[in-house]
């Protein structure tokens, strides 16, 4: 799955001040579930303290049933109204105690092949044969608002079956015929989620805090791989931004296909976690949502900036300790990515970006955002931009922050004074798109400095539309070797002028795509998410397809979100037909023998394959090609159409029985970027 997966938060609703409760309400829950029936009974024992209001309001389901309130062991009268129950206990009441039936639905009969949004058909409280997945949003457990809460977790379940939850583990035991997990919840953040199945558990105690697995029998074999992982991104991130602030880090497998980032767990699907690059990429990412996203809250109303700097601090990061060119591949996958998942509508101001729902809001959400953190970590360099993480996170742990609350800490760092702060943080967050980059001109003539051969240069830049504040870097290639000069831009255009040592041969504008921009057509070479971002996709069936072929197109094309795309068989194909498709985006399987535009009986090279995904430049648009070796299984087939949606930035794809061989995306033949010097 696209690693990065998105994080489920829930925050608890406002409150009256004359509500307030004096301390935490302490919560007694005993949950008891019937798979068989797909139901949880729920018993909740709240104790009462001093000081608690006349008037309370309590959160739960509006799905509970048969709910019952007792205080001191008499009936209460209360009020609902959707998600809110009323009361007003008898004075001098210690305890009350609710009751209630949840139902839980039957898991969808199907899930999408797209990861956009990973079991997102499911429901809130769904429910298999032996596992069950309850989510913070479906509100199984009762919150007395107007202040804390705090939970002593008993679930029982049918023998075998363990649950997992926030908190920490106070252990397990076994009831004639049924597994009991008690967990204590002190200080939850957001509602609670909750997962049952017949787990495998191990722990490691090696990291900053116990290190968990909740692994399925067929997975179990992981858990050293998970643990050993867990422990050492925990430490990484500790290191970097402050202590972990929770009492556990989980791992637990679902049969779904999620991949969720609790607080002080995560929830990965089973065929995502047996993933040989999960422990390095997916699981790192969620691990650092420990810090941003679960321990520095979102002020959703005013946008979410965690997907993008949890982005930035994990799967950058890893690529960036790979090696400098490996960063810098990663920046240009983004760019190119945002080129064409956005290209044909989806764009937003980052201030209005909540979570993400499909490729295009992902592009912007995520990656967008990441270029946000990367050119602010430009401006105020490497040591005081960690230094500012640190001194967020310490500030704000467990609070909600904004992109303003961000923008303070960093305001007033050397070269990034309060008005650049605030000209920096509204382009980025309130403007749809980006800066439009060129280099105009540029010349170059020998200085004559005493014969040593060097020269003078004079370029000037432009940006198009209302500019951009900038900070780049341009690279002068010269017979010498090349030089490198950074510059400030704040308009529509700047003229550089410097001398350097050699003749030059190239002018490269942002070498190293540190800067988020709108790149010019012709640096987009034709990928995966090129078609994934066509809003008029038309399939060409060639008659001699095969039938794995046509048994895979329907998932190939549910994976690139182009279920609705419009098949048309080749025989169909009249010269006014041809005309007509040629206007858009289109997708040929096979090998037709009728002239379609853009393939000339294409074959791309992807040695060793026998099932081939390519897109292919053309005028006017691109021809994207799946096809398959005579004799190709299948199985093999599907499992490659399938798999393409998780290249979306390669233009050429191979695959041997289901397993990637191949995967390239040709340069651009040129860019706005760059200035050949010619030779005299």
Request: proline share 9%; hydrophobic share 40%; aromatic share 8%.
């Amino acid at each position: 799955m696209r690693t990065p997966i998105p994080v489920i938060l829930a925050v608890l609703l406002a409150f009256a001040p004359c509500a307030a409760l004096a301390e935490a309400a302490r919560h007694s829950l005993d949950a008891s579930f019937d798979l068989p029936a797909k139901r949880l009974a729920v018993t909740d024992i709240v104790a009462l303290v001093l000081g608690t209001p006349p008037r309370l309001t309590i959160e739960l389901s509006s799905r509970a049933t048969g709910l019952a309130i007792t205080a001191d062991a008499k009936p209460v009268r209360f009020a609902r109204s959707g998600t809110s129950v009323t009361l007003s206990p008898p004075p001098g009441a210690r305890e009350l105690r609710l009751h209630y039936t949840l139902p839980l639905d039957a898991p969808p009969a199907s899930l999408p092949a797209t990861t956009d949004n990973p079991g997102a058909d499911a429901s809130d409280a769904a429910c298999g044969p032996d596992w069950a997945m309850l989510m913070p949003a479906s509100l199984w457990h009762p919150v007395l608002e107007g202040g804390e809460n705090a939970y002593a977790v008993r679930v029982s379940a049918p023998s075998g079956i363990k649950a997992v939850t926030q908190g920490s583990l106070s252990g397990f035991a076994e009831e004639p015929g049924r597994t009991v997990s008690a967990w204590d919840i002190p200080r939850p953040e957001g509602r609670l989620g909750l997962c049952l199945a017949r787990y495998d558990f191990q722990e490691s105690r090696v990291g900053p805090v116990p290190v968990q697995t909740f692994l399925l029998e067929g997975s179990a074999r992981l858990a050293p791989v998970y643990l050993e992982a867990s422990a050492r991104h925990l430490r990484f991130y500790s290191d970097l931004h402050g202590p972990y602030a929770f009492e556990k880090f989980a791992v637990a497998e679902n049969p779904l296909p999620t991949g969720y980032g609790f607080p002080s767990y995560t929830l990965l699907g089973s065929q995502v976690l047996a993933l040989p690059f999960i422990p390095e990429t997916s699981l790192r990412h969620e691990i650092a949502h420990s810090w941003w996203g679960n321990g520095v809250l979102v002020d959703y109303d005013r946008g979410n900036w965690c997907e993008g700097l949890t982005t930035y601090v994990a799967d950058y990061t890893a690529q960036a300790e790979q090696s400098p060119q490996a960063a810098r591949t990663y920046r240009l996958k983004t760019l190119r990515a945002f080129a064409d998942l956005v290209r044909e509508g989806g764009d937003m101001p980052l201030d209005r970006f909540g979570s993400r729902y499909s490729p295009a809001s992902q592009a912007v959400g995520y990656g967008k955002t990441l270029f946000v953190f990367h050119m602010l970590r430009a401006f105020v360099g490497d040591e005081a931009f960690f230094q500012g993480l640190r001194r967020l996170y310490a500030d704000s742990l467990f609070k909600p922050a904004s992109w303003e609350d961000i923008r303070k800490v960093f305001a007033g760092m050397p070269g990034f004074d309060e008005p650049t702060s605030r000209a920096f943080f509204s382009q980025w967050l309130t403007r749809t798109g980006g800066p439009r980059l060129k280099i105009a001109c540029a010349q170059a003539a020998p200085n004559g400095t005493g014969g040593t051969g060097g020269y003078t240069l004079r370029a000037t830049v432009t940006q198009e539309g209302d500019p951009y504040l900038l900070n780049l870097n341009a690279t002068v290639e010269t017979d010498a070797g090349p030089v490198r000069t950074p510059f400030i831009m704040d308009g529509a255009s700047k003229e550089l002028a410097l001398d350097v040592p050699g003749k030059p041969s190239r002018l490269v504008l942002d070498p190293g795509a540190d800067c988020f921009r709108m790149l010019a057509p012709s640096e987009v070479p034709p990928s995966v998410n090129t078609v994934k971002g066509s809003g008029n996709l038309t399939v060409v069936m060639a008659a001699s397809a095969p039938e794995a072929l046509r048994q895979a197109l329907p998932r190939l094309l549910a994976g690139l979100g182009q279920e609705k795309a419009r098949v048309v068989e080749e025989g169909a194909l009249t010269p006014a037909k041809l005309e007509t498709i040629a206007k858009g985006g289109l997708l040929v399987v096979g090998a037709p023998s009728a002239r379609v535009p853009g393939f000339a009986d294409a074959r791309p090279k992807a040695p060793g394959a026998d099932t081939v995904f390519a897109v292919l430049p053309r005028t006017g648009g691109f021809t994207a090609v799946f096809q398959a070796k005579d004799g190709a299984g299948i199985q093999d087939v599907a499992t490659a159409a399938a798999k393409v949606t998780h290249y979306g930035s390669y233009g050429v794809l191979g695959f041997d029985k289901g397993r990637n061989v191949v995967k390239d995306t040709p340069e651009p033949p040129e860019s706005p970027m760059i200035w050949e010097f010619q030779e005299r």
